[in-house]
């Protein structure tokens, strides 16, 4: 089987209760993540070896589970288990940890199969790559787009086709981030929560079943709160988008980041702006608290 050039053999991997190499993992072609992208997932962020804000992803993972009518194939402690077992086996301080389940391998039928397989649970580690000054200083160039994708965005799906293409799109462009506009209104980035700033206020769209709750949506009101930041949940026009003062956005990989170009135009003077530093600033404070906590 091919390898992709650019990833380590060796990386450990999980699959189906067996620990293994990344390269040596094999999958059924009639798996129901294959066929139908049939599963769902999450990606942990590792700072010294333990995952940062574990409670969230696990009750997401739960939650994702739910929603698609799988039962979780692990309790807790096992799925904690697989995630401290990746991480001593790669070794490293800072990881991103990739978990997955699919509905598992059955003669291809659209309705579930029955009776039901066994999940197919696999999970992967790879190094985490921390924001660059580049990013963090001068900031991301993002694009806007219709928000062509399902009305289930709440559920952490690997059937994320919707995403890759715009996503794709703002590459093509040179851009980071495609932002994504429901009928004018904002919903969220292609792999990231999106935030915007007016008049010193952080505003971000609602929960609602068209944008996923980041488990960094919780983590940065707590920092604004924190910072005695106004802040509130409420929808936002594209209008409003391309007149912010300020646009951020945030992901487990890209932790917080500010937006400073938008269609190729400037957000605000065209500069991370004072809401996004200090955030910024409070959320490196968070991980250094995190660093330090006893395990
Ligand atoms: N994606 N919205 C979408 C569509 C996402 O894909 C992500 C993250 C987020 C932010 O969620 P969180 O704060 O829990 O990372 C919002 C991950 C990183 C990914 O698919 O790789």
Redesign the pocket.
């Not at 650019?6 to 993540?33: E, F, I, K, M």
């Not at 921390?130 to 952490?156: F, N």
């Not at 994504?180 to 007016?198: C, Y």
């Not at 917080?256 to 003077?269: E, K």
């Given at each position: 089987m091919t390898f992709p050039a650019d990833l380590h053999a060796d990386a450990p991997a999980y699959l189906n209760g067996q620990w293994t190499r990344l390269a040596d993992c094999q999958v059924s072609v009639l798996d129901r993540g294959f066929l139908f992208g049939d599963g769902i997932?999450?990606?942990v962020?590792i700072y010294s070896r333990r995952p940062f804000?574990w409670d969230?992803?696990f009750t997401?993972l739960t939650r994702s589970l739910a929603s698609v009518h799988l039962p979780n194939p692990h309790a807790p402690e096992a799925w904690r288990a697989v995630v401290d077992g990746l991480v001593s086996r790669l070794g490293l301080e800072d990881q991103?940890v990739?978990l997955q389940v699919t509905r598992g391998v059955a003669r291809r039928d659209h309705a579930f199969p029955r009776p039901a397989p066994s999940p197919t649970v696999f999970a992967m580690t790879s190094p985490l790559k921390r924001p660059s000054v580049q990013d963090r200083t001068v900031g991301l160039s993002a694009i806007c787009l219709e928000d062509l994708r399902w009305h289930r965005?709440d559920i952490?799906s690997i059937a994320?086709l919707g995403?890759v293409l715009a996503r794709e799109q703002a590459v093509a462009q040179g851009a980071a981030e495609a932002l994504l506009f429901r009928q004018d209104q904002l919903t969220?980035?292609?792999?990231?929560?999106i935030w915007v700033v007016k008049q010193g206020r952080l505003l971000y769209p609602p929960r609602s079943q068209d944008?996923?709750?980041?488990?960094?949506?919780s983590?940065l009101v707590e920092l604004a709160e924190s910072l005695g930041i106004e802040h509130q949940a409420r929808t936002i026009s594209r209008q409003e988008v391309e007149e912010a003062d300020e646009v951020l956005l945030?992901?487990?990989?890209?932790e917080v980041l500010p937006i400073t170009r938008l269609d190729q135009a400037p957000v605000g003077d065209g500069h991370p702006g004072p809401l996004y530093t200090a955030l910024r600033k409070a959320y490196d404070e968070a991980i250094d608290r995190h660093r330090r906590a006893e395990p």
């Amino acid at each position: 089987m091919t390898f992709p050039a650019d990833l380590h053999a060796d990386a450990p991997a999980y699959l189906n209760g067996q620990w293994t190499r990344l390269a040596d993992c094999q999958v059924s072609v009639l798996d129901r993540g294959f066929l139908f992208g049939d599963g769902i997932y999450e990606v942990v962020p590792i700072y010294s070896r333990r995952p940062f804000g574990w409670d969230g992803h696990f009750t997401r993972l739960t939650r994702s589970l739910a929603s698609v009518h799988l039962p979780n194939p692990h309790a807790p402690e096992a799925w904690r288990a697989v995630v401290d077992g990746l991480v001593s086996r790669l070794g490293l301080e800072d990881q991103f940890v990739y978990l997955q389940v699919t509905r598992g391998v059955a003669r291809r039928d659209h309705a579930f199969p029955r009776p039901a397989p066994s999940p197919t649970v696999f999970a992967m580690t790879s190094p985490l790559k921390r924001p660059s000054v580049q990013d963090r200083t001068v900031g991301l160039s993002a694009i806007c787009l219709e928000d062509l994708r399902w009305h289930r965005c709440d559920i952490k799906s690997i059937a994320l086709l919707g995403n890759v293409l715009a996503r794709e799109q703002a590459v093509a462009q040179g851009a980071a981030e495609a932002l994504l506009f429901r009928q004018d209104q904002l919903t969220e980035g292609a792999a990231s929560n999106i935030w915007v700033v007016k008049q010193g206020r952080l505003l971000y769209p609602p929960r609602s079943q068209d944008l996923l709750e980041g488990i960094r949506r919780s983590l940065l009101v707590e920092l604004a709160e924190s910072l005695g930041i106004e802040h509130q949940a409420r929808t936002i026009s594209r209008q409003e988008v391309e007149e912010a003062d300020e646009v951020l956005l945030t992901s487990a990989t890209k932790e917080v980041l500010p937006i400073t170009r938008l269609d190729q135009a400037p957000v605000g003077d065209g500069h991370p702006g004072p809401l996004y530093t200090a955030l910024r600033k409070a959320y490196d404070e968070a991980i250094d608290r995190h660093r330090r906590a006893e395990p």
